[in-house]
Structures are given as structure tokens and as C-alpha cells.
């Protein structure tokens, strides 16, 4: 038998990421796993075609919140934290089981999987404390509260992935 593996993608559109695993979980599933892609937002017209022909199975959990780009980098920031607490509590909650989820940038559900005895792949790109300036005092203080969450979350995972 083989492993229910979920992925949770903030936004699963065309880029790199997303290609790297749409090949994972085709992969996967040619050795018998069970794959789903649980993702905030997923555009039939701007994806990749195995997410939109069937051969994955993607869910969209809405959360009713807004999705960032509303030209304020901070509440872009804080909306998209909480949306991917609102994923990560549906998918622990009300979703199908898995063994074993791959979070790709959303490091804030890292806590949520393991609170509820799920192992957690952590992909990393870079960082999260690595790519923004920190310009003004409001700004600052909102990088440092995000940069101790990531320091705290990330030893969580079960195993890191770095590109």
C-alpha cells in the first residue's frame, strides 16, 4: 500500500515550484501513492495541465480572506499567514487523511501538522527572513515577529528540503 501524501501550496499557478511538484506527484503516484494538492488559489487557465486534467487531484480551500495584492506589502503578508492557518486547520481537520504533507512556503503550518501528528516536508526556497528590507519602524517590527516565527517553525518539520 502505498502513502497518502498531501502538498499545501499557497498559490499553485505556473513557476517553478509548482512544476517541481507537479513532477513529485506524478512521480509519486506511478509508485502506487496517493497524491492531493491542497492549495489557497488555483486558476484552471494559468496551470499546469495535471492539475487541471485530473492526473492530480487539487482542492482549493477557501478561506473567504482576501488574497494578497492589495498594494500594502504588510497586510498582503499578515492575510496570507492567516489563510495558511485556515488551510492547514481544514486539511488536519475536515480533509481526507494523509501520512504525510509537503508544504512548500507557508512555514506557519508547520506547528499546526505536527500538533496533529503529521509529518511535515518543509521546501525552502530561501529564508523568509532573508528577502525583505527592513525599512521603517512598523516594517521592522513586523520582520522580526515573522523572523522569530520562522525560527521557531522550521526545526518543527521533519525534514527540510532546500533549493
Same mark, same amino acid.
Given at each position: 500500500?502505498?502513502?497518502?501524501?498531501?502538498?499545501?501550496?499557497?498559490?499553485? /499557478?505556473?513557476?517553478?515550484?509548482?512544476?517541481?511538484?507537479?513532477?513529485?506527484?506524478?512521480?509519486?503516484?506511478?509508485?502506487?501513492?496517493?497524491?492531493?494538492?491542497? /492549495?489557497?488559489?488555483? #486558476?484552471?487557465?494559468?496551470?499546469?495541465?495535471?492539475?487541471?486534467?485530473? /492526473?492530480?487531484?487539487?482542492?482549493?480551500?477557501?478561506?473567504?480572506?482576501?488574497?494578497?495584492?492589495?498594494?500594502?506589502?504588510?497586510? #498582503?503578508?499578515?492575510?496570507?499567514?492567516?489563510? /495558511?492557518?485556515?488551510?492547514?486547520?481544514?486539511?488536519?481537520?475536515?480533509?481526507?487523511?494523509?501520512?504525510?504533507?509537503?508544504?512548500?512556503?507557508?512555514?506557519?503550518?508547520?506547528?499546526?501538522?505536527?500538533?496533529?501528528?503529521?509529518?511535515?516536508?518543509?521546501y525552502i526556497h530561501h529564508p523568509f527572513a532573508a528577502c525583505f528590507e527592513?525599512?521603517?519602524?512598523?516594517?521592522?517590527?513586523?520582520?522580526?515577529?515573522?523572523?522569530?516565527?520562522?525560527?521557531?517553525?522550521?526545526?518543527?518539520?521533519?525534514?527540510?528540503?532546500?533549493?
Amino acid at each position: 500500500r502505498g502513502m497518502r501524501i498531501a502538498f499545501l501550496h499557497q498559490e499553485f /499557478t505556473i513557476g517553478g515550484a509548482q512544476q517541481l511538484e507537479v513532477n513529485f506527484g506524478v512521480a509519486l503516484q506511478s509508485k502506487n501513492h496517493r497524491v492531493k494538492i491542497y /492549495t489557497l488559489f488555483h #486558476d484552471p487557465n494559468h496551470a499546469f495541465k495535471e492539475t487541471v486534467d485530473g /492526473t492530480l487531484d487539487v482542492k482549493v480551500c477557501k478561506t473567504y480572506l482576501p488574497r494578497a495584492r492589495l498594494n500594502n506589502r504588510l497586510l #498582503d503578508g499578515f492575510l496570507a499567514i492567516w489563510r /495558511t492557518i485556515i488551510a492547514a486547520l481544514y486539511m488536519v481537520l475536515y480533509a481526507e487523511p494523509f501520512d504525510v504533507v509537503l508544504v512548500d512556503q507557508g512555514f506557519i503550518s508547520i506547528p499546526i501538522f505536527r500538533l496533529f501528528g503529521k509529518k511535515v516536508i518543509f521546501y525552502i526556497h530561501h529564508p523568509f527572513a532573508a528577502c525583505f528590507e527592513r525599512k521603517g519602524v512598523i516594517n521592522r517590527i513586523y520582520r522580526l515577529i515573522l523572523d522569530i516565527l520562522e525560527l521557531i517553525c522550521l526545526p518543527l518539520a521533519n525534514v527540510l528540503l532546500a533549493n
